[in-house]
Every structure is written in C-alpha cells, then in structure tokens.
C-alpha cells in the first residue's frame, strides 16, 4: 500500500523550507499598520490644515500658518509641484497645501524628518517586544 501511496499521494514539504514564505509574511503584517498609519496621519494633517486656519482667523497670529508648513500631508500634496520645475510640463495638485510657500528642499526634508520618526518607532517597537520567547 505504500508504494501506490507514492503514486498518487501529495508531496509535503519539511517545514524549513516554507520558513522564507513565513518570514516574508511576518514582515509584510509588521509593515502595514505602520503604513496605513502613516496614510491615516497624512489625512489627519490634511483636515487639520482647516483647523489652524481657523485659529489664524481667531488669533489673527501668523503662527498658525507658518506650522501648515510641517505637516506631513501638506508637504506631499505639494511636493509634486514645487519638484517639477519645467516649463512645459503643468502640474496640479490636490488636497490640502501649506498656507506659506514651500520650496522642493523644504517638502523633502520635512518628508524626510517624518520617515526618519517613523522608522525610529518601527525600531523601537520591534526591538522592545511584549512577547519574550
């Protein structure tokens, strides 16, 4: 009975060899909180644009506009257009823009300084784990 098992019975594989699928796996559920996070503070930044202009209208302080200019979701909706500077190509932009003019230096290092934070807590949170095998 063994030898026609072998004919018509499935091939298992040992299991390490799926052990590169399971890593691949775990890295991309490590990933996507973090990236869904990101796009959910990008939107966060883009509606809390109305706010500061709101406090400006209030306050009647400058200061209010000037912080548009840090804001992650901001930045990226702009950034298209401050980078491409050809005269033959127009760029539109959607969404929520800083208040004050940004350059293409100033969206890339804003951008940089918000990537450089999140990488920072993806570390942190990854090497001080909660479960201890």
């Not at 209030?58 to 901001?74: E, I, K, M, Q, R």
């Not at 930045?75 to 929520?96: R, Y």
């Not at 800083?98 to 918000?114: E, Q």
Request: net charge negative; glycine share 4%.
């Amino acid at each position: 009975m063994s030898q026609n098992c072998r004919e018509w019975c499935p091939t298992v594989e040992p299991v390490h060899n799926r052990l590169p699928d399971i890593a691949v796996g775990n890295t991309y559920f490590t990933v996507t909180p973090f990236i869904y996070y990101q796009r959910e503070m990008e939107k966060i930044d883009n509606i809390g644009t109305i706010f500061l202009y709101l406090a400006y209208r209030l306050t009647h302080s400058d200061f209010w506009l000037n912080v548009s200019a840090y804001l992650l979701g901001p930045n990226l909706n702009v950034m298209p257009k401050v980078l491409i500077t050809s005269a033959k190509t127009e760029v539109f932009t959607i969404g929520a823009q800083p208040f004050v003019a940004v350059d293409g230096a100033h969206t890339l290092w804003v951008t940089l300084v918000y990537s450089l934070i999140f990488a920072a807590v993806a570390i942190i949170l990854t090497w001080r784990r909660d479960v201890q095998e």
